[in-house]
């Protein structure tokens, strides 16, 4: 797995596989995240247990209210607490208070592990012995000023929601499945009543792969709504075929790309990616299911049950596309080779 994490450990792939890889006993490492991407702005870079207990007991709760299961434990009594608050009988500073005490007690000690090992570089030292709080590192404010930071947050939301999804269908993981609607730019699952749920975005779901690089040109896209160059989530072997390639609009044919690439002059168009592209969308692919549930039981579902299968399902896939649609495409690199 570690193949597909980075090439090069920069501040930016170090702070996604903390995101994407870390382990996922609870989801407070989503919401001290979350939490931090609030105090950026902070003029000090000791930040108390009290300031931090504020945004990540907020976002564990307004995660509570969508999504009752927050942990894999049977029992928390921090969940407990704000469950409380939720229901009007605890009070904000009891709130504040229980946080401080029983919120921080492991993500603290384990946000900077992955695969059983530290990342690197560190983004906060733990001062809690001697200050009470946290202090952020020269290296968090350097991603702070990163043209990716804006686009983080909502990486991380949509990690939270991916994992929420897998522990609530957890008790039948080989039938979770996880749909996308590129259209409307949405990862989806059906309750047992058959029923549509949207879980998260699309682009924010995929973004933790491509670091923010068009899947094509390695060009810069966004995954912010307001920004000029907002990703297309684009479909790597054509919609124009989608009748004979399976399941086209599934996760493991969806990629980000800049609009150059989708739908500019001398863009992608109906034309079909070369064995090349096709090689970076398998290592995209393994790379995904390398990560944990959802995502993972849906691609393999979609393209097979081991990477000799999957590899023989996109080979598939390419020669039918090509039979029909002839041409071939690849663009000039545009940016930093990053995946």
Not at 76 to 96: A, P, Q, V, Y
Not at 242 to 271: F, P, Q, T, Y
Not at 283 to 295: A, C, D, F, Q, T
């Amino acid at each position: 797995m570690s193949e597909f994490v980075s090439v090069e450990p920069s501040l930016e792939n170090q702070w996604r596989a903390i995101i994407l890889f870390g382990n996922n006993v609870a989801s407070y490492k989503f919401a001290l995240a979350k939490s931090l991407y609030d105090l950026s702005g902070s003029s000090n870079d000791l930040i108390t247990l009290e300031k931090l207990a504020d945004p990540f007991s907020k976002h564990i709760c307004e995660h509570l209210a969508h999504s009752p299961k927050q942990a894999t434990s049977p029992s928390s009594k921090f969940l407990e607490e704000c469950r409380s608050f939720s229901n009007g009988i605890t009070s904000t500073d009891e709130l504040i208070g229980q946080t401080v005490k029983l919120g921080f007690n492991n993500v603290i000690d384990a946000f900077h592990n992955v695969n059983r090992s530290e990342v690197p570089q560190r983004f906060f030292i733990d001062e809690r012995p001697s200050n009470g709080g946290i202090r952020l590192t020269d290296n968090f404010f350097k991603l702070a000023e990163s043209f990716q930071f804006n686009s983080m947050n909502e990486e991380t939301e949509a990690r939270w929601r991916l994992v929420e999804e897998g522990w609530k269908m957890g008790v039948a993981r080989s039938l979770i499945r996880v749909d996308a609607d590129p259209q409307l730019d949405q990862l989806f699952t059906q309750d047992d009543k058959r029923r549509r749920v949207t879980i998260t975005s699309c682009r924010s779901s995929l973004n933790g792969y491509q670091k923010g690089r068009c899947f094509y040109c390695y060009g810069n896209i966004s995954v912010n709504s307001s920004d000029e160059n907002l990703a297309d989530v684009d479909h790597f072997f054509p919609w124009a075929i989608g009748e004979i390639i399976m399941h086209i609009n599934g996760v493991w044919n969806l990629v980000l790309a800049c609009k150059d690439c989708n739908r500019g002059v001398g863009g992608k168009s109906a034309r079909v990616p070369t064995l090349n592209l096709l090689a970076r969308l398998h290592k995209r692919n393994e790379y995904l299911i390398g990560s944990h549930l959802p995502l993972r039981e849906t691609l393999i579902q979609q393209t097979g049950n081991n990477e000799v299968a999957r590899k023989s399902f996109i080979q598939k896939q390419y020669c039918t596309a090509k039979e029909l649609l002839i041409h071939d495409w690849e663009p000039p690199i545009r940016g930093i080779i990053t995946f």
